[in-house]
């Protein structure tokens, strides 16, 4: 079956305790993006991929780091967390610039203490 | 800059009623536009896309969505709504037709659906 995977699903922490949000593809997409979704904001995008070793950053990458060593791997890393970035965190990925359709993942709702 | 407004946060409607979501946009470019729908506590899915050609699109689950340049808008129909499609709607816009690469979302409306 097709799909994104992230992990953990729910996380809570606290200031500037380093974390990491795991995503996984299994459809040997190309493309790969994170974003955070707000209430009255929508999604905003933090970083994307467009093959191993090329990242570019999104709409708001300040606090985020990203590193895309394997295809199917894309984690985003909180290395000094703020309450601010708690949200609600999308991976997606898909195979071309616009191809047949964008897949995302079931969602990180991170709490930051 | 491109942006995207939907103006309405929130849409309640009956079972079996027709109804429209709004989505506006603002582009000095041509523009790929997208609606994505959420189901609670899911990810988002994409309902349907324009690139070119026709501007009436047909997406899944019996949506569809106008292009219409003079006006800037894209604006969401389905004829006769479902208590299934209670969810929440996003309008979204490629910047410079990058494609899903950078995509500007607007805000969101939750559509409501009531038997």
């Known amino acids: 079956e097709a799909q994104v995977t992230q992990n953990p699903r729910y996380l809570i922490t606290v200031t500037g305790k380093k974390l990491t949000v795991t995503c996984s593809q299994n459809m040997n997409h190309e493309y790969m993006s994170w974003y955070r979704q707000d209430p009255g904001l929508g999604l905003r995008q933090i970083y994307y991929?467009?093959?191993?070793?090329?990242?570019d950053k999104g709409d708001v990458p300040e606090g985020y780091k990203v590193s895309r060593k394997e295809k199917r791997n894309f984690p985003l890393i909180l290395e000094s967390p703020s309450p601010n970035q708690t949200s609600l965190y999308f991976c997606?990925?898909?195979?071309?610039?616009?191809?047949?359709?964008?897949?995302f993942g079931p969602g990180t709702r991170l709490t930051v203490l | 800059a491109q942006s995207v407004t939907q103006l309405d946060s929130q849409v309640p409607v009956f079972e079996e009623a027709p109804v429209e979501l709004r989505c506006n946009y603002s582009?000095?470019?041509?523009?790929?536009l997208f609606w994505y729908v959420q189901y609670p506590n899911q990810g988002l899915q994409l309902l349907l896309k324009y690139l070119s050609g026709s501007t009436l699109v047909k997406g899944i689950n019996g949506f569809e969505a106008e292009f219409n340049k003079s006006q800037t808008s894209f604006h969401l129909r389905k004829p006769s709504v479902h208590i299934s499609d209670t969810a929440e709607y996003f309008c979204a816009v490629s910047r410079g037709g990058t494609g899903f690469q950078k995509l500007v979302f607007g805000t969101g409306t939750r559509l409501l659906v009531s038997p």
């Open positions: 991929s467009m093959n191993v070793e090329v990242t």
């Open positions: 582009s000095s470019v041509s523009v790929y």
């Open positions: 997606a990925s898909w195979d071309r610039a616009v191809g047949d359709t964008q897949y």
